[in-house]
């Protein structure tokens, strides 16, 4: 193998993960390999780039890091001592199945690109490699694995409000009821209805009646907190599920109605109305999220019913 060139930079401290300021476009790479040189040749690369990097020397020793701190890609050797990187990747897909890994080896004879992308490896370069092949290689691993966020991403969005939908919202709070029932957490469930989506369309047009539906969003995001789960889960339905609260419902209920109402008043006009019903799980007599939504739901109709005999 080539002796990689000697540099002078030493590696970037692991605490720097912690306090990284990247954008998107920049990453916490995780550098697996037992020579030194190779190693630093490596991270040197990435740094330039305007990466972070962490370097292991063996399997093993990657695993403990992984476990401490959050990487968005690997680039691992496969001949090292204690645990190899073909079992260190196996362990890796354990933990995340989408974790971007890059295979370098100069044991191309021993190790196929097959086998390694067989066990989860996006891409797989031989030793010794041009500096350019590599560069470029990473960054088309790395521009495939955001696309294809990008692409769950848009599976688990609501197009129209950019909130969760229906699918995303099941399985978020599932987990969530899960941890409740071990912390005894008491969650908060809020559903939510447009009363006149049907009205607005017809007398004004679809395109008021999304701006709508798109304006209520953004009511719900200024009401409620950034932890909380908010989903559209039908047309003129949301949700909102609180993993815990140090205010009351009817504190959040209150604001949410005063919330609408300002809106309303911003456009002189009451385009806005909205029902709904709430639910508490009890951790100590746990339900399903279905069966929360359904007490939320017929609390939610209640409420209704009662504005419509008000209404003249």
């Not at 093993?60 to 680039?75: N, T």
């Not at 044991?107 to 992308?117: M, R």
């Not at 769950?152 to 995303?168: C, I, P, Q, V, Y």
């Not at 309303?264 to 939504?293: M, V």
Request: proline share 4%; charged share 30%.
């Amino acid at each position: 193998m080539e002796e990689p060139r000697a540099i002078e930079e030493e590696l970037p401290n692991l605490e720097m993960l912690e306090s990284s300021n990247m954008t998107s476009s920049y990453y916490n790479i995780l550098v697996v390999d037992d020579e030194e040189p190779v190693k630093r040749l490596i991270a040197t690369l990435l740094s330039q780039d305007g990466h972070q990097c962490a370097a292991a020397s063996s399997g093993l020793e990657a695993l403990d890091k992984v476990k401490k701190h959050k990487f968005d890609a690997v680039v691992t050797d496969i001949v090292m001592p204690e645990m190899d990187g073909l079992d260190l990747m196996r362990e890796l897909s354990k933990r995340d199945q989408n974790l971007p890994v890059m295979i370098i080896t100069g044991h191309a004879d021993e190790y196929s690109a097959e086998t390694a992308i067989a066990l989860g490896a996006r891409e797989f370069i031989k030793k010794p490699f041009s500096i350019t092949e590599f560069i470029i290689r990473f960054h088309k691993m790395m521009d495939d694995h955001r696309g294809k966020e990008a692409l769950l991403a848009l599976s688990l969005t609501d197009e129209l409000t950019g909130l969760f939908n229906r699918r995303r919202f099941f399985v978020l709070a599932e987990q969530s009821l899960k941890v409740a029932i071990r912390t005894k957490k008491r969650p908060l469930l809020f559903f939510i209805d447009m009363d006149n989506l049907k009205l607005i369309n017809d007398h004004h047009g679809h395109n008021e009646g999304d701006q709508a539906l798109k304006d209520l969003a953004g009511i719900l995001k200024k009401t409620f907190r950034e932890p909380d789960i908010i989903a559209r889960i039908g047309g003129d339905e949301f949700v909102v599920l609180l993993e815990s609260t140090d205010e009351s419902g009817e504190k959040l209920v209150t604001r949410l109605h005063e919330n609408v109402k300002d809106y309303n008043a911003e456009r002189c006009k009451s385009i806005l109305s909205i029902s709904l019903g709430t639910a508490q799980f009890d951790p100590d007599s746990p339900i399903s999220i279905d069966e929360l939504l359904s007490k939320a739901d017929a609390l939610m109709y209640v409420h209704k019913r009662r504005r419509w005999r008000r209404t003249p």
